[in-house]
């Protein structure tokens, strides 16, 4: 057990992660939900805004720290 949270630990100590697949977008540790629309979504990380445009998005799930988006992701853009 102590191998798979080591592994964890490293996997997961950045600032940031965002991961795409499947129609879907999954950003890790970001601060806050600036705007929800269904064709513009902006999230806050640590050091800029992350500003996600396309068609039918919606988030999917939801936590304190983890995101998941849903549709058809057209561009993304990060706003320092």
Same mark, same amino acid.
Do not use: P, T
């Given at each position: 057990?102590?191998?798979?949270?080591?592994?964890?630990?490293? /996997?997961?100590?950045?600032?940031?992660? %965002?991961?795409?697949? *499947?129609?879907?977008?999954?950003?890790? #540790?970001?601060?806050?939900? $600036?705007?929800?629309?269904?064709?513009?979504?902006?999230?806050? /990380?640590?050091?800029?805004?992350?500003? %996600?445009?396309?068609? *039918?998005?919606?988030?999917?799930?939801? #936590?304190?720290?983890?995101? $998941?988006?849903?549709?058809?992701?057209?561009?993304?853009?990060?706003?320092?």
């Amino acid at each position: 057990m102590r191998i798979m949270k080591n592994l964890q630990n490293f /996997l997961y100590d950045q600032d940031y992660f %965002i991961d795409i697949f *499947n129609n879907c977008l999954h950003v890790y #540790d970001y601060e806050d939900l $600036l705007s929800l629309s269904s064709s513009c979504i902006e999230l806050k /990380l640590k050091a800029f805004v992350l500003k %996600i445009e396309g068609e *039918n998005l919606v988030v999917s799930k939801m #936590d304190k720290h983890e995101i $998941l988006i849903k549709g058809r992701i057209k561009e993304m853009r990060f706003n320092w």
